[in-house]
């Protein structure tokens, strides 16, 4: 692995554990064995570390969505994995890198925001075609497919930092189960 990835791959375990502010290039250069200043050789900033950052973020989100799309699931089992994707993040004691940075939003450089809103759309432009294709025969929608996308998102979101925060994994299922639920139409 080349360093720029490994920097990346550092900084992204760091913001899913601590946060943006919540580590310095000095977190960085220990664990992966580098001097601070060649850091800076790779991202100038952290500004520029943040939204290469959630640039790579966004990519590997693509990718697991790409992979479930290329499953040939029904739409309620492709809901079920992308809720799986949130499950694994507190299976491994993280936050969704998007969530962590938009609880973050306030004090992160105006140059990054672009980027993370670009996170979320994916994520609801996603979810708003699975819903869209669910509801055929497997979805009852009592809003569009985007509002239930969102509220999703929402939800999964606030799921996760609940149950990080409060060790409730049970509470996480409990959520993740009531949206799938929710949706199914019954018969």
Not at 3 to 9: C, P
Not at 52 to 61: G, H, M, N
Not at 120 to 133: D, G, H
Request: with cysteine.
């Amino acid at each position: 692995m080349e360093m720029k990835e490994r920097i990346l791959t550092s900084a992204q375990r760091l913001v899913q554990q601590r946060g943006f502010n919540g580590f310095s290039y000095a977190d960085i250069a220990k664990e992966v064995g580098i001097r601070k200043a060649s850091l800076h050789h790779h991202f100038p900033s952290k500004t520029d570390l943040g939204v290469a950052l959630i640039q790579s973020y966004t990519v590997q989100l693509s990718n697991a969505l790409a992979g479930i799309n290329s499953s040939q699931l029904a739409p309620k089992d492709k809901l079920a994995a992308y809720i799986g994707i949130y499950r694994n993040a507190l299976s491994a004691d993280c936050m969704c890198l998007g969530g962590m940075l938009a609880s973050e939003a306030i004090t992160l450089d105006n140059s990054m925001l672009p980027s993370l809103k670009r996170f979320f759309e994916l994520n609801v432009n996603w979810l708003a075609n699975v819903l869209t294709e669910g509801s055929l025969h497997e979805f009852k929608l009592t809003n569009s497919p985007e509002q239930h996308a969102r509220a999703i998102l929402s939800a999964l979101q606030g799921a996760l930092l609940i149950a990080r925060a409060s060790g409730d994994h049970a509470g996480f299922e409990q959520t993740g189960e009531i949206l799938r639920q929710g949706l199914l139409r019954e018969g």
